[in-house]
């Protein structure tokens, strides 16, 4: 007897917000392959999960992980030229006008560790020692990143100003 | 509002889109073999029922009165917790039809 719920269940209740948080850290693009990545390395992993474990916890540092080898072999991918664009965040011509979007690219020109505090913390819910433990450091280092984070959405967020937007 | 409902708003998800990444899932799951028991819930004259299958064949078939969660719950305990729904299930041993 294992007293651990079916796996579906887990998918069930945190699917919506892995996947939330891999676009946050990783952009639309390659969003889908880290929550699939994600989830089938948890499921491998899950007979194994202590009874009592933080699942979400859990499963955002292995969605952490995935992201830092997407990341990378992107990284190893990228072509080098001679020039590079003034602003390097992705944005089509026809950028899209809905403030969603735009708030979604200011978290993309987030410094990575401000962007994980951000995405961990106030998008997983996770308390700043889950934080830290997942990106290093100390809590209160994730606390700082996680507050800097959100200092420079409100100042970079063009469609929202202030904090009537980011609480 | 709070942060979290304004960020969230930022990363929507479109509709079918965890259905579709779940179904991509279930796939890889059973192609990696770390599926151990899949389920669907078929229609029938008397009505929905769970059918339940590992690689070794069908474990368990539910009515809807016996609630569908604690037969999941029941097989979680006795067999796996390695459960997924699979519209689909196929490959190997397990295969549910209907």
């Known amino acids: 007897m294992t007293g651990k719920p079916p796996f579906e269940a887990i998918v069930a209740a945190h699917g919506r917000t892995v996947l939330c948080v891999c676009r946050a850290v990783l952009g639309p693009a390659d969003a889908d392959d880290a929550w699939s990545e994600t989830f089938l390395s948890a499921l491998k992993a899950y007979p194994a999960l202590p009874a009592g474990a933080n699942v ?36 089509a011509p026809d950028a899209d006008p809905d403030a969603g979007a735009e708030l979604a690219r200011a978290v993309a020109r987030l410094p990575a560790r401000q ?26 280092a994730a606390r700082r990143a996680a507050a800097d984070g959100i200092a420079s959405l409100r100042r970079s967020y063009p469609g929202a100003p202030g904090s009537r937007v980011l609480p | 509002m709070n942060t979290y409902d304004v960020l969230a708003r930022a990363f929507p998800d479109a509709p079918g889109d965890l259905s579709r990444l779940h179904g991509r899932l279930a796939t890889a799951a ?25 690689e070794q064949g069908l474990v368990r078939v539910a009515y809807a009165r016996e609630g569908h969660d604690a037969v999941l719950q029941a097989l979680a305990d006795q067999v796996s917790p390695r459960i997924l729904h699979a519209a689909r299930p196929g490959g190997g041993g397990m295969m549910l039809r209907t």
């Open chain 1, 115 to 140: 962007k994980h505090a951000v995405a961990y913390h106030y998008l997983a819910g996770l308390p700043y020692a889950e934080v830290a433990a997942i990106i290093g450091g100390t809590p209160e």
């Open chain 2, 30 to 54: 059973e192609r990696d073999g770390v599926l151990d028991v899949a389920y669907r819930i078929a229609d029938s004259p008397v009505g929905p029922l769970l059918l339940a299958a590992t």
């Open chain 1, 56 to 91: 979400e916890a859990w499963l955002v540092t292995i969605a952490h992980r995935k992201a830092i080898d997407v990341t990378r072999a992107a990284a190893r991918r990228a072509i080098p030229v001679a020039e590079t664009p003034e602003d390097a965040t992705p944005s």
